[in-house]
């Protein structure tokens, strides 16, 4: 059970991105209460290091998005794509649970993962170099960025975000940009806060939030737009209001990984098209945030990331 802690002072963002990570970084149903405990124990290795029983293959994870199943669907050509350009031997590690991809990943169980700009931010302070950046997905227009969607059953009275005061709400995992980190804010640009619900939850991923208020037990959750497009178009949900453009999820990796095998990953993502020369290989690949492939990481974008999970108490120091 996670808590609600007070906002502590925001540091004065460095010139030098380096040194600005630096500060950055160091130092329901599950219902919040006012105790000042941390979300995360404060640990201060770096990395673990690879495991390399299997030195040959290279373990790839991601953060819960849509059914289990159809996420290994939808990924397993990408590594396809990677071993053919790279050499290298890949494989899908599952991750049970949305805070198992950023552990597995700082202890070298995985080498590559997709992840939410939340999630890299919060590993960065847990797990310091253990854990960077290598892209960020691009979607269909084009820009690295995606948004959230706060939306309701099509049956629903509600008519927007104002309605959700003393209503019971459904996000996706404590530490997931689009499912937690977004959909807070902007409940709370319309005078909403997490004491103003009636109730709220953590289901997550963004699939089980649709399912938590299709089933009625919340009255409106927070998911991310693509998934929330198709399901509108289908008439399966109704959406309330869209969110302001964050940065999108990034292809993050262990920091022990040799140079030579991130800069050649790095290389082939970049040139990775699955609208054009790639796309006849793929499944599904417009369902994720990443449908025009991949580019190189804005930190400005992350920072923003950053205060906000401070804000909210994501972020331990």
């Known amino acids: 059970m996670s808590s609600v802690i007070h906002i502590k002072t925001l540091f004065r963002f460095s010139m030098v991105f380096p040194f600005f990570f630096f500060l950055i970084f160091?130092?329901?149903?599950?219902?919040?209460?006012?105790?000042?405990?941390?979300?995360?124990?404060?640990?201060?290795?770096?990395?673990?290091?690879?495991?390399?029983t299997q030195k040959d293959i290279l373990q790839f994870g991601f953060d819960l998005r849509l059914d289990p199943k159809e996420d290994v669907r939808i990924y397993t050509p990408l590594l396809k794509y990677l071993e053919k350009t790279t050499g290298k031997r890949f494989r899908i590690k599952f991750n049970e649970k949305y805070e198992d991809t950023i552990e597995n990943l700082s202890n070298g169980v995985t080498h590559f993962a997709a992840i939410g700009p939340l999630s890299y931010v919060i590993g960065r302070e847990k797990y310091g170099y253990g854990i960077k950046y290598l892209v960020s997905g691009v979607n269909k227009e084009g820009d690295p960025k995606?948004?959230?969607?706060?939306?309701?059953?099509?049956?629903?009275?509600?008519?927007?975000?104002?309605?959700?005061?003393?209503?019971?709400?459904?996000?996706g995992s404590r530490i997931s940009t689009q499912g937690h980190l977004i959909p807070r804010k902007m409940l709370e640009?319309?005078?909403?806060?997490?004491?103003?619900?009636?109730?709220?939850?953590?289901?997550?991923?963004?699939?089980?939030?649709?399912?938590s208020v299709l089933n009625g037990e919340c009255d409106a959750g927070g998911i991310q737009d693509t998934l929330a497009a198709r399901l509108a178009e289908k008439g399966t949900i109704k959406i309330l209001?869209?969110?302001?453009?964050?940065?999108?999820?990034?292809?993050?990796?262990?920091?022990?990984v040799e140079n030579?095998?991130?800069?050649?990953?790095?290389?082939?993502?970049?040139?990775?098209?699955?609208?054009?020369?790639?796309?006849?290989?793929?499944?599904d690949w417009d369902k994720t945030e990443m449908a025009l492939g991949f580019t190189r990481v804005n930190e400005n974008e992350l920072y923003k990331v950053a205060v906000l999970a401070r804000k909210y108490g994501l972020l331990t120091k």
């Not at 991130?262 to 699955?274: I, K």
């Open 26 to 52: 160091s130092g329901c149903s599950q219902k919040e209460n006012p105790k000042k405990v941390s979300l995360y124990k404060r640990t201060y290795e770096t990395h673990r290091g690879i495991d390399n």
């Open 146 to 171: 995606y948004r959230a969607v706060i939306f309701a059953s099509p049956e629903s009275a509600l008519g927007n975000i104002k309605d959700l005061n003393g209503k019971c709400f459904a996000f």
């Open 189 to 211: 640009d319309e005078g909403i806060t997490l004491k103003d619900l009636s109730d709220y939850v953590y289901t997550g991923s963004h699939i089980n939030a649709v399912k």
């Open 241 to 256: 209001k869209i969110s302001k453009p964050f940065p999108s999820s990034l292809i993050a990796y262990n920091g022990a």
């Open 260 to 283: 030579e095998i991130v800069e050649a990953v790095r290389s082939s993502l970049l040139d990775f098209h699955p609208m054009t020369t790639h796309k006849d290989m793929l499944v």
